[in-house]
């Protein structure tokens, strides 16, 4: 089955810099890919999503690259804020249809 | 419009004894899922129910859990004969993309579980 690995598992950035966190992914069938950001006491909530026939794909500050060669993908989120400060999750949807996650990345964004 | 809804919010139980955890998918979504976070951990799949199709049970992590779906409507978790491992954060999520369309999840906020 799918097995995806995130790193790192935390990552701490001042105001206005980049942060970035990459994802590995086993399952070459795999096709969609989306990012899910998780506040304290919430469950996760879609951020940025890309499907395996696209590049790149870019909203406002946050955009994701996928190397499908690689297997792998990454999200950079550009002049982090303070809100920005959270857990992210990548995620893989297998060939079963089912999303498989990584392990996190716990984002702190210091002013 | 109203999310996926989660009840109860926190439980707490003693071990041994079994739980029931209830989620109220956003109507009209064919799809359903459960997933289990643990304490600073990812989220681990649990199961998935599309439609009328029979459940894809392989994230289920022993046989003391299960769980049913009544149509496209609500689903119950159950976890029976509690073991202070299951302590945890229930996850239950639906989606309105039929099998292969890919998309979003809607999450609920979650079913806080602790054993003693």
């Known amino acids: 089955g799918e097995n995806v690995e995130q790193h790192p598992s935390t990552l701490s950035v001042q105001e206005g810099d980049s942060a970035v966190i990459k994802c590995t992914y086993s399952?070459?069938?795999?096709?969609?890919f989306p990012w899910y950001k998780q506040e304290l006491g919430k469950g996760p909530q879609l951020i940025i999503d890309?499907?395996?026939?696209?590049g790149e794909k870019k909203d406002q500050r946050i955009a994701v690259t996928l190397n499908k060669t690689a297997k792998h993908f990454s999200l950079h989120i550009t002049e982090t804020q303070p809100e920005d400060s959270a857990v992210y999750f990548c995620?893989?949807?297998?060939?079963?249809?089912?999303?498989?996650f990584g392990t996190g990345t716990r984002l702190q964004v210091f002013p | 419009g109203a999310g996926v809804s989660q009840s109860p919010s926190n439980k707490v139980t003693e071990k041994g004894k079994d739980v029931e955890l209830r989620c109220d998918p956003i109507?009209?979504?064919?799809?359903l899922y459960w997933y289990r976070q643990r304490l600073g951990q990812g989220l681990e799949f649990l199961i998935y129910?599309?439609?009328?199709?029979?459940p894809d049970k392989s994230g289920l992590p022993s046989d003391r859990f299960s769980a049913e779906r009544t149509g496209e409507s609500v689903s119950t978790l159950t976890i029976q004969r509690t073991q202070q491992e299951d302590s945890a954060v229930y996850l239950c999520?639906?989606?309105?993309w039929g099998r292969g369309g890919g998309g979003e999840l809607f999450f609920g906020e979650g079913s806080r579980l602790t054993v003693l």
């Open positions: 999520a639906s989606s309105p």
């Open positions: 399952d070459s069938a795999s096709n969609y």
């Open positions: 890309i499907r395996s026939n696209v």
């Open positions: 995620a893989a949807r297998d060939n079963t249809d089912k999303l498989i």
């Open positions: 109507s009209g979504h064919t799809a």
């Open positions: 129910f599309q439609g009328n199709s029979a």
